[in-house]
């Protein structure tokens, strides 16, 4: 991360890969939970709902961290293009 001129804080290259491979981690990992989960039998049905609960909760996190991770791959890219001025 690096300091802005408006003394905000700028995500670099590196940064957006750890968030955007956290993003694939995750849904790659609950999906092969929900997979498990689908295949489950005699548990009770709060079993099934907390579970269920959070996959949702964990791909909505994903979506975040991958939405994250490429606005900021594509910030740092529009920084490194040299202006026309």
């Known amino acids: 991360m690096r300091l ?14 750890v968030l955007m491979g956290v993003a ?3 849904v790659v990992t ?18 099934y709902v907390a579970h269920t609960v959070l996959i949702v909760v964990n791909f909505a996190i994903a979506g975040v961290l991958g939405t994250m991770g490429y606005r900021a791959w594509k910030a740092d890219k529009a920084d490194r293009v040299p202006s026309a001025r």
């Open 30 to 47: 609950w999906a092969q939970f929900a997979r498990n989960l689908s295949q489950a039998e005699g548990r009770p049905t709060g079993y």
């Open 4 to 17: 802005c001129h408006t003394g905000g804080v700028r995500f670099q290259r590196k940064h957006a890969a």
């Open 24 to 26: 694939a981690w995750n």
